[in-house]
């Protein structure tokens, strides 16, 4: 979708929000605009790691969740049916307003080309995303969904001084039981995920879809990453996967996680013993559905049956 009017012709709100990106050099999507993409998919599998390894390509820039995704659903709610605007505001101005966010956020980055916005939710929003960046490409991060929870648990008890936000009171955060149970459920950290996943996996625009799974990506950082370039269609950039850094320390003191944002410098698989009891590790371990493609348009990278990684 060649958009190159930026200025609405009506709304102040509009005006405000496009503004800043067009008082600096990004001024047509075809001149001088980057190439948006998304990272998304499931927590504790990989989204920062990943994040963390394209940070090195001086083209690209990434980072953890950003609140684009959060000022994308307030905006849209304000735009839409039953709200006071909803019926002033037709659907082109509300692309103008939402595309308006991703240029005014991402202004000062306007040296980088390839800009990738990192969001939970952006699984979920498929169909707009794909509206307003026709090329756009979104990475799913996932991992078998019981070490998920264990890489939670865990985080958890290293911090056990503090309670963190990801419980709103002390029956969710009990026990370790009521603790996945809590974030599983359909409207928390790793629930929604897995559904908003799941919806992008068999949806309609499967195709810009791409499944990367933790567990290759530690065992295999660079087979992955020339898939990842060849799935975005950017040249290979020769990455370092022995010095990474990224770290969010005042972002996760807040939710009471230290540590959750925090990336090892090399990239390796560590094995370790689970902290969930037998019953409940089994009961998540089952949730892996993107294991089966026979459904699905989405681009997964797999393993080989017959292939050793290295």
């Known amino acids: 979708m060649a958009m190159v009017r930026l200025i609405p012709r009506c709304g102040y709100a509009a005006k405000g929000i496009l503004g800043y990106a067009l008082r600096n050099k990004w001024k047509t999507i075809g001149e001088g605009m980057p190439q948006f993409h998304f990272i998304s998919g499931l927590p504790r599998s990989g989204s920062t790691l990943l994040s963390a390894i394209l940070l090195q390509n001086p083209r690209f820039h990434a980072g953890m969740t950003s609140p684009v ?6 905006v849209l709610q304000q735009c839409s049916a039953g709200s006071e605007f909803g019926s002033v505001i037709d659907t082109d101005l509300r692309r103008r307003l939402l595309r308006g966010l991703f240029d005014s956020y991402y202004a000062d980055k306007a040296d980088k080309p390839v800009i990738f916005d990192t969001n939970r939710q952006w699984c979920s929003r498929l169909p707009a995303l794909q509206d307003l960046f026709p090329k756009a490409k979104t990475i799913a991060c996932v991992r078998n969904v019981a ?4 890489s939670l648990e865990r985080l958890y008890r290293a911090n056990p001084f503090e309670n963190t936000k990801l419980f709103n009171d002390d029956d ?9 149970e809590t974030l599983a459920q359909r409207n928390r950290l790793v629930g929604f995920a897995w559904t908003a996943l799941k919806e992008a996996y068999y949806g309609e625009n499967a195709d810009s879809l791409l499944i990367v799974d933790y567990d290759l990506l530690s065992q295999a950082p660079e087979r992955v990453m020339r898939l990842v ?3 975005i269609g950017e040249p290979w950039f020769e990455h370092d996967f022995n010095h990474l850094s990224y770290d969010a320390p005042a972002f996760d003191q807040a939710l009471g996680v230290a540590g959750l944002h925090k990336v090892k410098p090399r990239v390796a698989p560590h094995a370790r013993r689970t902290l969930l009891p037998p019953d409940l590790f089994e009961k998540y371990a089952q949730l ?12 997964v990278i797999r393993m080989k049956a017959d292939a050793a990684i290295s």
Not at 288 to 299: K, P, Q, R, T
């Open 69 to 74: 995704g959060s000022l994308f659903s307030s």
């Open 147 to 150: 070490w998920v929870l264990d």
């Open 172 to 180: 969710e955060r009990s026990t370790v039981y009521s603790r996945c």
């Open 229 to 231: 370039y060849e799935f």
């Open 288 to 299: 892996s559905f993107w294991l089966d493609g026979s459904a699905s348009a989405a681009n």
